[in-house]
């Protein structure tokens, strides 16, 4: 009779430390989920309510001195569980929100190549420590890279506003030495394939600087509003400031009507720079080698007569590693035969078939590059990256994807992403969905023009590929644009 007295009491014990620990895992739970504001009230104060009284439950139970076996051993086993449970979701909150305040533009990273000719014998910095040293100057100031210049090297500095010119010198002088932003070498090696055969980097510039941003002042829950969205092409898996831009879609999103459109902007659109003093129109792509994001964006507010509050730039890399994230995806080609795009970054042939083609990351990212193999080129290119993004959205919407895939999915986009959307802003439309669980009407409006050989603000001495643009197809974007927007 005694030792079942003394076992009684020892169930009695665990079952109190066991209810213990459940409202210390509850009170941290309730903590992280009402700061993390994710949860419409309705549903916050339900889950709240239920755990309360489970926890008033296990508590009076625990109080009864005289009972059996199994009213120990299930209240623990209910602790048990239950605590298991609120400490996942506590992982998955916490693991989102810092993926949140992360992703926001903190510091914008400037990367400088120091490039000679490939036949040169220059091989590391020490060969061209004293060398004259000739630096493409645009819209930057120079002091900080001249700074990190003479940290390195103690030749003359000549700065110049013409980057064609240093680029062509560098080939007929194997003793000339250019310094460039990557996203100028960038452009050049895109549309001269054979120019990286023809240079080699000695060495790079970091520099790092800290970015103000301005909070927005949008209700995204209940207000529309415009994203931007830029996908750049660098060889990097950081995000350079300055790049090619070379997907160009903008987002009207209007919380009220659950109504999205899209309008695709193709990279070659010869547009003037926003804010430039020039007779000659540039590629829209090259707005962000010249001023980043911020010139992009404005560019492209001109062309549109709008306002764009919001920006989100994509790494190519992370279009890759987020398909593998999610196990693939499926698209469509709506051409009549078979075609074969490289993937660069894996260096594999996808072959493209008719009707549905299911994707991995490196061939899903080698379909949304492709362009030669269609006649309308880059229009296409712009269409099959539209069915990238919408297939991407589709299936990370699914909650087995979300479950199975959630950790795998923050790491691919890590470092390849980010946003002036504010913490806020991004819960707010969170909470919306989750209140309403409304389905978002997808629509598309897409650029056009027709193809010429145009000299351009970034390189006047020479003739590149531009689309001049269709008013009829501009006019018809701000139609449905102002239609989304304002519709209640």
Not at 199 to 225: P, Q
Not at 317 to 341: H, K, P, Q
Not at 368 to 385: F, I, L, P, T, V
Not at 406 to 431: A, H, P, R
């Amino acid at each position: 009779m005694k030792s079942n007295v003394q076992k009684f009491n020892k169930l009695q014990i665990v079952d109190i430390i066991f209810n213990i620990i459940f409202a210390i895992i509850s009170v941290i739970f309730f903590f992280i989920l009402i700061t993390s504001n994710i949860l419409p009230s309705k549903y916050l104060i339900a889950i709240i309510l239920i755990i309360l009284i489970v926890l008033v439950i296990n508590f009076l139970i625990s109080l009864k001195k005289e009972r059996k076996n199994v009213f120990y051993v299930i209240p623990i086993i209910i602790d048990l569980l239950i605590s298991v449970i609120l400490i996942f979701v506590i992982v998955f909150i916490n693991n989102t929100m810092n993926f949140l305040k992360n992703i926001s533009v903190r510091y914008n990273t400037d990367t400088y190549y120091i490039l000679a000719n490939k036949n040169s014998s220059y091989q590391t910095i020490e060969d061209i420590k004293y060398q004259d040293l000739n630096v493409f100057k645009d819209l930057d100031d120079m002091s900080t890279v001249e700074e990190k210049i003479k940290e390195k090297l103690q030749g003359e500095i000549s700065y110049h506003s013409n980057v064609a010119e240093l680029f062509d010198n560098i080939l007929n002088d194997l003793n000339y030495i250019i310094i460039v932003n990557s996203g100028n070498y960038d452009a050049i090696t895109g549309f001269d394939d054979e120019y990286e055969d023809k240079v080699k980097i000695i060495d790079s510039i970091d520099i790092t600087t800290k970015v103000n941003i301005e909070d927005v002042d949008v209700k995204t829950n209940r207000e529309s509003f415009i994203v931007y969205i830029s996908g750049i092409d660098t060889r990097s898996n950081y995000m350079p400031s300055r790049s090619l831009s070379d997907v160009n879609i903008i987002l009207a999103v209007n919380p009220n009507t659950k109504r999205l459109l899209m309008i695709h902007i193709p990279r070659d659109s010869y547009v003037y720079l926003h804010g430039i003093d020039t007779d000659l129109k540039d590629k829209l792509t090259h707005s962000g080698t010249v001023g980043g994001i911020e010139l992009s964006k404005a560019t492209i507010e001109d062309l549109l007569q709008i306002k764009i509050p919001y920006y989100v730039r994509v790494n190519f890399n992370s279009v890759m590693r987020l398909v593998d994230a999610i196990g693939g995806i499926t698209i469509n080609s709506d051409v009549d035969y078979s075609f074969i795009c490289n993937s660069r970054n894996a260096g594999k042939k996808c072959t493209i078939n008719p009707g549905l083609n299911d994707l991995d990351g490196p061939c899903a990212l080698a379909f949304a590059r492709e362009r030669k193999a269609y006649d309308s080129g880059d229009r296409h290119r712009g269409e099959n990256q539209e069915q990238v993004i919408e297939k991407i959205v589709e299936k990370v919407s699914k909650s087995s994807t979300l479950l199975n895939n959630y950790s795998n999915i923050l790491q691919s986009v890590e470092g390849t992403f980010e946003t002036n959307i504010n913490e806020t802003d991004i819960t707010n439309l969170i909470k919306m969905q989750i209140d309403d669980m409304a389905t978002w009407k997808i629509e598309t409006s897409n650029i056009t023009g027709t193809g010429a050989m145009m000299r351009t603000y970034c390189y006047p001495g020479r003739d590149l590929y531009v689309m001049n643009i269709d008013e009829q197809s501009i006019n018809t974007s701000i139609s449905k644009l102002n239609e989304v927007l304002v519709e209640n």
